[in-house]
Protein backbone atom coordinates (compact mmCIF):
# COMPACT_ATOMS: atom_id res chain seq x y z
CA UNK A 1 0.00 0.00 0.00
CA UNK A 2 0.99 3.29 -0.62
CA UNK A 3 1.20 6.35 2.00
CA UNK A 4 -1.70 8.64 2.31
CA UNK A 5 -1.27 12.03 2.62
CA UNK A 6 -1.92 12.10 6.28
CA UNK A 7 0.72 9.63 7.20
CA UNK A 8 3.76 11.79 7.47
CA UNK A 9 1.36 14.13 9.56
CA UNK A 10 0.49 11.25 11.70
CA UNK A 11 3.92 9.85 11.94
CA UNK A 12 5.30 13.62 13.39
CA UNK A 13 2.30 14.10 16.02
CA UNK A 14 3.36 10.55 17.49
CA UNK A 15 6.36 11.67 17.48
CA UNK A 16 5.71 14.93 19.03
CA UNK A 17 3.81 13.13 21.84
CA UNK A 18 7.01 10.48 22.03
CA UNK A 19 9.06 13.51 22.57
CA UNK A 20 7.33 15.62 25.42
CA UNK A 21 7.02 11.95 27.49
CA UNK A 22 10.73 10.75 26.81
CA UNK A 23 9.66 7.82 24.83
CA UNK A 24 12.17 5.45 23.96
CA UNK A 25 10.43 4.58 20.31
CA UNK A 26 9.36 6.78 17.59
CA UNK A 27 5.89 8.10 18.82
CA UNK A 28 2.55 7.92 20.44
CA UNK A 29 -0.65 7.15 18.58
CA UNK A 30 -4.21 7.34 18.88
CA UNK A 31 -6.28 4.50 18.01
CA UNK A 32 -7.46 6.54 14.84
CA UNK A 33 -4.28 7.76 13.78
CA UNK A 34 -3.13 4.21 14.09
CA UNK A 35 -5.77 2.73 12.08
CA UNK A 36 -4.87 5.58 9.10
CA UNK A 37 -1.38 3.95 9.46
CA UNK A 38 -2.74 0.59 8.86
CA UNK A 39 -4.57 1.68 5.68
CA UNK A 40 -1.28 3.11 4.51
CA UNK A 41 0.12 -0.65 4.99
CA UNK A 42 1.44 -0.70 8.43
CA UNK A 43 1.39 -3.63 10.64
CA UNK A 44 -0.74 -3.05 13.96
CA UNK A 45 1.08 -5.77 16.15
CA UNK A 46 -1.98 -7.10 18.87
CA UNK A 47 0.52 -8.01 22.09
CA UNK A 48 -2.52 -9.55 24.12
CA UNK A 49 -3.13 -12.72 25.29
CA UNK A 50 -4.64 -15.44 23.03
CA UNK A 51 -7.79 -15.20 25.51
CA UNK A 52 -7.82 -11.95 25.37
CA UNK A 53 -8.20 -11.77 21.67
CA UNK A 54 -10.71 -14.57 21.08
CA UNK A 55 -13.07 -13.26 23.69
CA UNK A 56 -12.33 -9.55 24.07
CA UNK A 57 -12.02 -9.22 20.44
CA UNK A 58 -9.59 -8.49 17.93
CA UNK A 59 -8.54 -5.88 14.82
CA UNK A 60 -8.89 -7.57 11.78
CA UNK A 61 -5.54 -7.68 10.06
CA UNK A 62 -3.69 -7.33 12.99
CA UNK A 63 -0.91 -9.74 13.83
CA UNK A 64 -0.82 -11.46 17.30
CA UNK A 65 2.40 -11.76 19.36
CA UNK A 66 1.83 -11.98 22.95
CA UNK A 67 4.12 -9.79 25.16
CA UNK A 68 3.19 -11.51 28.18
CA UNK A 69 2.32 -15.16 28.52
CA UNK A 70 -0.86 -17.02 29.47
CA UNK A 71 -1.41 -18.00 32.14
CA UNK A 72 0.94 -16.89 34.70
CA UNK A 73 1.63 -13.09 32.78
CA UNK A 74 5.34 -14.39 32.67
CA UNK A 75 7.24 -12.10 29.90
CA UNK A 76 7.14 -13.93 26.73
CA UNK A 77 11.02 -14.66 26.07
CA UNK A 78 10.59 -15.61 22.39
CA UNK A 79 8.97 -11.74 21.72
CA UNK A 80 11.43 -10.63 19.29
CA UNK A 81 12.28 -13.93 17.47
CA UNK A 82 8.18 -14.37 17.00
CA UNK A 83 8.29 -10.71 15.90
CA UNK A 84 10.72 -11.31 13.36
CA UNK A 85 8.76 -13.94 11.68
CA UNK A 86 6.81 -11.37 10.42
CA UNK A 87 8.20 -7.71 10.23
CA UNK A 88 11.11 -6.53 8.77
CA UNK A 89 13.44 -3.79 10.75
CA UNK A 90 12.00 -1.27 8.39
CA UNK A 91 8.18 -1.73 8.93
CA UNK A 92 6.04 0.48 10.27
CA UNK A 93 4.93 -1.38 13.57
CA UNK A 94 2.16 -0.19 15.71
CA UNK A 95 1.58 -2.16 19.06
CA UNK A 96 -2.21 -2.56 20.58
CA UNK A 97 -3.14 -4.09 24.26
CA UNK A 98 -5.51 -3.96 26.61
CA UNK A 99 -4.64 0.14 27.93
CA UNK A 100 -2.16 0.64 26.57
CA UNK A 101 0.89 -0.61 29.40
CA UNK A 102 2.14 -3.70 27.77
CA UNK A 103 2.36 -2.14 24.25
CA UNK A 104 4.61 0.17 25.57
CA UNK A 105 6.73 -2.01 26.82
CA UNK A 106 6.28 -4.14 23.03
CA UNK A 107 7.31 -0.71 21.24
CA UNK A 108 10.31 -0.57 23.93
CA UNK A 109 11.63 -3.91 22.86
CA UNK A 110 11.02 -3.89 19.03
CA UNK A 111 12.75 -0.06 19.11
CA UNK A 112 16.13 -1.24 21.03
CA UNK A 113 15.78 -4.72 18.65
CA UNK A 114 16.35 -2.67 15.70
CA UNK A 115 12.78 -1.53 14.77
CA UNK A 116 12.77 2.09 14.49
CA UNK A 117 9.41 2.62 13.30
CA UNK A 118 7.87 1.55 16.71
CA UNK A 119 4.58 2.86 17.85
CA UNK A 120 2.82 2.61 20.59
CA UNK A 121 -0.87 2.86 20.53
CA UNK A 122 -2.24 4.39 23.33
CA UNK A 123 -5.84 3.74 25.21
CA UNK A 124 -5.36 0.51 23.58
CA UNK A 125 -8.15 -1.90 22.60
CA UNK A 126 -10.14 -1.22 25.80
CA UNK A 127 -9.07 1.99 27.36
CA UNK A 128 -9.00 2.65 31.15
CA UNK A 129 -11.71 1.58 33.57
CA UNK A 130 -14.25 3.71 34.35
CA UNK A 131 -15.62 4.71 38.19
CA UNK A 132 -17.44 1.16 38.29
CA UNK A 133 -14.11 -0.46 37.05
CA UNK A 134 -15.69 -1.13 33.96
CA UNK A 135 -13.11 -1.03 30.54
CA UNK A 136 -14.71 0.37 26.66
CA UNK A 137 -15.72 3.82 28.33
CA UNK A 138 -13.01 6.28 28.77
CA UNK A 139 -11.21 5.29 25.33
CA UNK A 140 -9.72 2.56 23.37
CA UNK A 141 -9.80 0.87 19.79
CA UNK A 142 -13.46 -0.25 20.47
CA UNK A 143 -15.11 3.09 21.80
CA UNK A 144 -13.50 5.32 18.95
CA UNK A 145 -15.80 2.73 17.15
CA UNK A 146 -12.92 1.51 14.81
CA UNK A 147 -12.93 -1.83 13.01
CA UNK A 148 -12.81 -4.88 15.24
CA UNK A 149 -14.41 -8.45 15.30
CA UNK A 150 -15.53 -10.46 18.56
CA UNK A 151 -13.59 -14.35 18.76
Excluded at 49 to 76: F, H, R
Excluded at 91 to 111: E, M, N, Q
Excluded at 144 to 149: E, F, H, K, S, T
Aim: glycine share 12%; charged share 25%; hydrophobic share 35%.
Amino acid sequence: MSQSPDTPAIKEAAAERGRQKKLPYAGALTPAEAFALMQSGAKLVDVRTKPELQYVGKVPGSLAVEWQTYPGSQQNPDFLQQLAQFAKPEDTLLFLCRSGVRSHGAATAAAQAGWRESYNVLEGFEGDKDAEGHRGKLGGWRKAGLPWVQG
